[in-house]
């Protein structure tokens, strides 16, 4: 089992419509978890981290975490053409000392206009 | 600006021959990161550092070394030894305890 799983797509979204990015990690130990934007070509960007259960809304980002099923996701409300892109979800222990990120290996989003 | 530089942004190498990448933060962060990515895959960490002249393997550190003389700068060599080393390299550097990494724009290496 991997330590952080996404489909790997691509998922295709209608412009205006919600995309939504699933993320499942192994690690029970795990406290905080983030979602990076890749550009094909480019270097990740943070767009979200998310520490405690629940939803954390920026803009029209929305990430939710449920730590009982390991499982964090992230929601893109009126999805342009810009957000075509790969997110990856990445997840830390976050013990002092620790410092690693473990990532998935990402999702393609393409919005279609 | 603050930021994370890495330099070259293209860089080719012979077989044989070792390279070194650059990566400079002027964000005054403590911990700073090498991963690789290979097309289709996700970041596989190589090394990283949480203090000066201190480092640890990350989980593919074969083939590679870095150095950490100064908080700001963190290189990388690939030496000959690694085998398949045609990749995008990515350096981060984060505050220790935050857990968010930061990300500079990245190098191409691609071996002749």
């Known amino acids: 089992q991997k330590e952080v799983e996404q489909n790997s797509g691509p998922l295709s979204v209608p412009e205006g419509a919600i995309a939504s990015l699933n993320c499942t990690y192994s690690?029970?130990?795990?406290?905080?978890f983030f979602w990076y934007r890749q550009y094909s070509g480019k270097s990740p960007e943070l767009i979200m981290s998310?520490?405690?259960?629940g939803d954390k809304e920026d803009g029209r980002f929305t990430a939710q975490l449920n730590k009982a099923s390991q499982y964090v996701s992230l929601l893109i409300r009126d999805s342009q053409p810009s957000d075509s892109a790969t997110y990856l979800c990445?997840?830390?222990?976050?013990?002092?000392?620790?410092?690693?990120?473990?990532f998935g290996t990402g999702t393609r989003l393409t919005i279609i206009p | 600006d603050g930021g994370i530089t890495q330099s070259p942004k293209y860089l080719f190498r012979k077989e044989g021959q070792n390279v070194t990448l650059s990566c400079e933060q002027n964000?005054?962060?403590?911990?700073m990161y090498w991963y690789r990515q290979d097309p289709g895959q996700g970041l596989r960490l190589i090394y990283y550092?949480?203090?000066?002249?201190?480092?640890q393997k990350g989980d593919i550190a074969e083939g590679y070394s870095v150095s950490r003389e100064k908080k700001e700068s963190f290189p990388l060599t690939v030496t000959s030894a690694q085998k398949n080393p045609t990749a995008f390299y990515l350096c981060?550097?984060?505050?220790?305890?935050?857990?968010?990494?930061?990300f500079g724009p990245g190098t191409r290496l691609t071996v002749l």
């Open positions: 981060a550097s984060s505050i220790l305890g935050a857990g968010e990494q930061f």
């Open positions: 690690d029970r130990g795990s406290q905080s």
């Open positions: 998310i520490y405690s259960n």
């Open positions: 990445a997840v830390n222990r976050a013990n002092f000392g620790n410092e690693k990120l473990t």
């Open positions: 964000l005054n962060h403590d911990a």
């Open positions: 550092s949480q203090i000066v002249n201190d480092f």
